[in-house]
T-cell receptor, first 113, second 114 residues
Framework: GAGVSQTPSNKVTEKGKYVELRCDPISGHTALYWYRQSLGQGPEFLIY????????DSGLPNDRFFAVRPEGSVSTLKIQRTERGDSAVYLC???????????FGDGTRLSIL | AQSVTQLDSHVSVSEGTPVLLRCNYS??????LFWYVQHPNKGLQLLLKYTSAATLVKGINGFEAEFKKSETSFHLTKPSAHMSDAAEYFC????????????FGTGTRLKVLA
């Protein structure tokens, strides 16, 4: 079946702009995660959704970052007033429930000029 | 607190020779451990997982890993490297009874020489 889908695959924008990154999880997966991968590093946890609610947002770096999952399926990661340090690959993952292995999308490469 | 240390940032092997990628973990709980592979510009693909059943875990593409609690290690091995194995490999720890978020190592880039 279809895997985790992330759009866009690449996003280039100017410092200070607002961006939205979209994640479409595997159908039926109730758990959804966002990670951020900086160059040469392993991914770092940002936020976890169980259904529609953010069960853990402890990894969000500051209040410029926000994520939603209004219907328990598609999720959007939103970044306000982007900074050059936000440049990274943003990865989305989903799993049947939180105790099952996570399946990752190909990521969105975000570049802030 | 949980953490993962991947001892080698780069490993080079010749095609047809064994692969060893080293991982040590730290966890206050009985951990779940995973190995993921990432090919260039691609997402992460699960190779194998350890969840407190058998200590020797077999994964896809001929990879396997052994959980050694006494050494807090979870090294990844393959008897014979193939050119298509060239990629970045990540060791991951998670606490199955509480948190669900993955803690990743910094990765090991595997190069396979013809």
């Amino acid at each position: 079946g279809a895997g985790v889908s992330q759009t866009p695959s690449n996003k280039v924008t100017e410092k200070g702009k607002y961006v939205e990154l979209r994640c479409d999880p595997i159908s039926g997966h109730t758990a959804l995660y966002w990670y951020r991968q900086s160059l040469g590093q392993g991914p770092e946890f940002l936020i976890y959704f169980q259904g529609t609610g953010a069960a853990d947002d402890s990894g969000l770096p500051n209040d410029r970052f926000f994520a939603v999952r209004p219907e328990g399926s598609v999720s959007t990661l939103k970044i306000q007033r982007t900074e050059r340090g936000d440049s990274a690959v943003y990865l989305c993952a989903s799993s049947k429930d939180r105790n099952q292995p996570q399946h990752f999308g190909d990521g969105t490469r975000l570049s802030i000029l | 607190a949980q953490s993962v240390t991947q001892l080698d940032s780069h490993v080079s092997v010749s095609e047809g020779t064994p692969v060893l990628l080293r991982c040590n973990y730290s966890s206050s709980y009985s951990p779940s451990l995973f190995w993921y592979v990432q090919h260039p510009n691609k997402g992460l693909q699960l190779l194998l997982k350890y969840t407190s059943a058998a200590t020797l875990v077999k994964g896809i593409n001929g990879f396997e890993a052994e959980f050694k609690k006494s050494e807090t290690s979870f090294h990844l091995t393959k008897p014979s490297a193939h050119m298509s194995d060239a990629a970045e490999y990540f060791c991951v720890v998670s606490n199955p009874s509480g948190t669900y978020k993955y803690i990743f190592g910094t990765g090991t880039r595997l190069k396979v020489l013809a």
